[in-house]
């Protein structure tokens, strides 16, 4: 018998069939050991010693792979055919090595197929080799580097940064080129200029449009004319003058198709054509690479998705120029097949590019036995490879000058287009743009040197030039590919670490930097430049290329890294808080402290008047500050309209009104996490913040009093007799009930939803299978807590009512109606319940532990958790974000 391993259940069975009984399948379930999340994993001064750990459930499927071994002769190691599954292999053979006797007198063999069908799986099986030793060390290497990196710059970020979560080898570089490319736009300097434009029409009557290219003998480019007067003194001569055509040329353009899919071009084509992530990409990619069942058997339906390769098998451009004759004609096929190269940096062409299993299976024939995402992705895969093999697009380009005369002055005029003569390629399959050019695309009418032509009207436009746009994920990852940063494999993950750190939001598809993020991108390049250089990252990554091409040694590049990253390390910890600030405010000035358009210092204090602001790091994370605080308390949030939150009056507060209910008055405000309207000024009053999309200069008294109307009861849930509440949280606008959450489309729905609706959106959430969050409903709000801020909040749980402040739960007395609970009882609750945490045993937190981040950084973060374990059973609890400043 023989025993085979892979990575996924859904392969397992897959390639049980094909092989028969002689074989048993089973699968590791990806990874089956890490480095703990802990510090001392990775030593440096034992020669880069590396300390694995087998979780539980790894544990139990090493022991079922022990146990099946014990009947096999051969142990058949047949993981993905790249890095990551080189080093799966390894790590199971290196977990059967220390079971002794486990794999004494048995054959080791390794095995890899480029795809999940029966044929590539036997023609793997009769070319077995060795595991490949420099690919494993290249992975070791990687996985080193990400561990001290993460686990050595994190813990120094958290005590210099608060409310940084975590730095990453490739994290980091990826966020410092959403952040430069930001920079550039707030920097940006409109440039005017004009476009001239001539309507004109040739003897036949047939009109066109022609550009001014030339003005009293200098040939004028885009950004010529750059006033009005120009431009007008221009239009004034053109509207006098007579037209000629003294040139006319036609040109033949031939457009080459693309090649086939790589993983960054897959992900950037996903993302323009079908709009998903790089991450949602990868994820169907490899629904479709396992496969799926097409007439009683389940095959793969894609190649391996995580290659940089552009070549096909030979076998695969026969099989698409087959389908090009049949489904398009001879005339599309070209004479010889096409063969591509890669231009990305660092590229390793040793795997196929991206393409169907089968060509013979078009998208029509396989779409009813898949998922819409997987019909869309497979389709989409299948074209490109088929069009890559296709004739190219043939064009005719058309040029024509044209000389405008006037009272002994000239000026020359051109007018282009460009014809499809012959569409080849581009019947099945046009590439995407994120930005589009304006190619000339318009037919020109019959025109012939000589030509005189009419005026039909003349045009001056005002325009400006415009930034760079913000990065997509698709322009993203083809920015990293090209400067040679990260891996195929990992720029999904890089792009979802940065997400769930919260260091970029998506606007619009647009990737915009987040303030926290651009305070850790500052700090890194102030204190950290050589390491998040572009050219130092793809640097490493060449090392890392030399090491799995067995031209380097792998601990001896960890050495070179290491040595000078560990001094500055130990010289960043020496650094003042103070230095931090200073080197921050001179950073992010521009951004931070905005020109305010009249003259005025821009670090002024718009309250005091005498005292700068500066940045400030808080517990809760950034703001702005005065300097002559206590006296001055104006804080602003990061990125918060300076001038507008000024302009609410002294100290910050402009009165709206009074509130028809209660007769209190109800302000306008600014505090350190934003703008913020409060009802009254006695004891602790009701705030609330301003919602995302609602401005200062939008807030009315209307409009502050439905703010702080919420929670709004909607009704009674006809099921339960349950109340029904719309609110507005942390991830926007929701109703509740009973403990279920499910979100609404805007804020405005908070205040007009109806039962019928609330009742409608909770259960599609249910269908949907979304669960219920496991804190329940709040029963009612007592307000904020009165020394540390904070909203208490009344519940109803599984054990009885109770009183909540953040993380601190507090059980009511027996037979205390939680109707009747008020502010003071809940304070002293809180307060005892606090004051009698069990403290964390310190043996258990770890001395620097750090959130590894980042695509290739995938230590997880149970180290920081388990460092402020301590904290948190203060007497004094970190309070949660409040809903107001």
Not at 83 to 108: D, N, Q
Request: hydrophobic share 35%; charged share 30%.
């Amino acid at each position: 018998m023989n025993l085979v391993i892979v990575e996924s259940p859904a392969k397992a069975k897959t390639i049980n069939k094909y092989l028969g009984r002689d074989y048993t399948v089973l699968a590791s379930y990806g990874h089956i050991r890490d480095l703990p999340a802990k510090d001392g994993s990775v030593l440096p001064d034992s020669d880069f010693a590396m300390s694995w750990e087998v979780d539980g459930k790894s544990g139990k499927r090493m022991a079922d792979i022990a146990a099946a071994l014990k009947d096999a002769d051969k142990l058949i190691l047949a993981t993905d055919p790249d890095r990551e599954g080189e080093a799966i292999s390894w790590h199971v053979l290196e977990v059967l090595g220390a079971k002794r006797g486990a794999l004494k007198g048995k054959t080791i063999q390794r095995v890899v197929f480029n795809a999940i069908t029966k044929q590539a799986v036997l023609d793997a099986m009769a070319k077995p080799r060795d595991v490949d030793q420099p690919l494993v060390e290249a992975y070791l290497a990687r996985r080193a580097l990400d561990y001290l990196v993460g686990f050595t710059l994190s813990p120094v970020l958290w005590r210099k940064l608060p409310g940084a979560r975590s730095a990453g080898r490739v994290q980091s570089v990826a966020l410092r080129l959403v952040c430069d490319r930001e920079n550039e736009i707030e920097t940006f300097k409109p440039q005017e200029y004009w476009s001239l434009i001539a309507r004109l029409a040739n003897p036949a009557g047939d009109e066109f449009e022609a550009r001014l290219s030339e003005w009293k003998g200098k040939k004028m480019s885009r950004l010529d004319v750059a006033d009005g007067v120009t431009a007008n003194e221009i239009r004034a001569f053109l509207n006098s003058a007579t037209f000629a055509v003294t040139d006319a040329e036609q040109k033949p353009q031939k457009r080459h198709p693309f090649a086939p899919f790589t993983t960054s071009t897959l992900q950037q084509e996903a993302s323009r054509k079908l709009g998903f992530s790089a991450q949602r990409t990868m994820q169907v990619a490899q629904r479709l690479y396992e496969g799926a069942d097409i007439g009683g058997e389940t095959v793969g339906l894609i190649t391996y998705m995580r290659t940089d390769g552009v070549q096909i098998a030979p076998e695969a451009v026969n099989a698409a120029r087959r389908v090009i004759a049949q489904e398009y004609g001879e005339r599309y096929l070209p004479e010889k097949p096409r063969f591509y190269s890669t231009k990305a940096k660092n590229a390793q062409e040793a795997h196929e590019a991206i393409r169907p299993t089968d060509l013979a299976r078009l998208p029509n024939t396989v779409a009813r036995h898949l998922e819409a995402d997987e019909a869309r992705l497979y389709e989409l895969i299948w074209k490109r490879t088929i069009a890559s093999q296709m004739q190219s697009a043939d064009f005719e380009r058309t040029t024509v000058d044209i000389t405008a005369k006037s009272g002994g002055t000239a000026a020359g005029l051109r007018a282009t287009g460009s014809v499809l003569k012959f569409d080849g390629f581009l019947a099945l399959y046009q590439e995407s743009r994120d930005d589009e050019e304006d190619e000339d695309g318009s037919r020109l009418p019959p025109l012939v040197v000589g030509d005189v032509l009419a005026r039909k009207s003349v045009s001056a436009s005002q325009h400006f030039t415009e930034p760079p746009p913000r990065y997509t994920e698709a322009t993203l990852v083809k920015k990293m590919e090209e400067l040679g940063i990260g891996r195929p494999s990992t720029y999904a993950a890089t792009l979802a670490t940065l997400r769930d750190r919260d260091y970029v939001s998506i606007d619009k598809k647009r990737l915009v930097p987040s303030d926290k993020g651009r305070i850790v991108t500052a700090f890194l390049e102030s204190f950290f430049t050589r390491y998040v250089e572009y050219d130092f990252t793809a640097s490493l990554e060449e090392d890392l290329d030399r090491i799995s091409a067995g031209e380097a040694e792998w601990r001896e590049v960890l050495r070179r890294f290491w040595t000078d990253f560990n001094t500055r390390i130990g010289e960043v910890k020496e650094l003042r808080v103070a230095d931090v600030i200073d080197a921050l405010n001179e950073d992010l000035a521009a951004h931070i402290f905005p020109d305010r358009g009249d003259g005025s210092d821009p670090r002024s204090c718009p309250t005091c008047g005498t005292g700068r602001l500066s940045l400030k790091l808080g517990r809760f994370g950034s703001f702005i500050g005065c300097s002559n605080y206590p006296e001055c308390r104006y804080t602003r949030q990061l990125g918060g309209d300076g001038d507008a939150e000024a302009s609410l009056g002294e100290n910050g507060v402009k009165l709206l009104g009074t509130d028809p209910e209660t007769g209190l008055d109800v302000t306008l405000r600014s505090g350190r996490f934003g703008p913020y309207v409060q009802l009254g000024e006695e004891g602790k009053p009701k705030r609330a913040s301003l919602p995302k999309g609602w401005t200062v200069e939008s807030i009315d008294l209307e409009r502050a009093c439905r703010l702080l109307s919420l929670p709004r009861v909607v009704g009674n849930h006809p099921e339960t007799g349950k109340p029904i509440e719309a609110n507005i949280g942390r991830y926007g606008p929701y109703v509740s009930h009973d403990g279920a959450y499910a979100n609404l489309s805007s804020v405005d729905e908070v205040f007009d939803v109806g039962l019928n609706r609330a009742v409608a959106v909770l259960a599609e959430k249910k269908e949907r299978g979304g669960r219920a969050r496991a804190t329940p409903a709040a029963l009612k709000s007592l307000g904020e807590h009165p020394a540390s801020g904070g909203e208490i909040t009344v519940r109803d749980g599984r054990y009885g009512p109770y009183v909540s402040w953040g993380k601190v739960n507090a059980t009511l007395p027996r037979g205390k109606d939680p109707q009747t609970v008020t502010l003071e009882e809940a304070v002293a609750l809180i307060a005892d319940k606090a004051g009698k945490a069990p403290k964390a045993k310190p043996a258990k937190a770890p001395k620097a532990g750090a959130k590894a981040a980042g695509g290739d950084e995938k230590a997880t973060s149970k180290a920081k958790s388990a460092a402020g374990t301590a904290k948190k059973a203060a007497t004094k609890p970190k309070a949660p974000k409040a809903k107001s400043a």
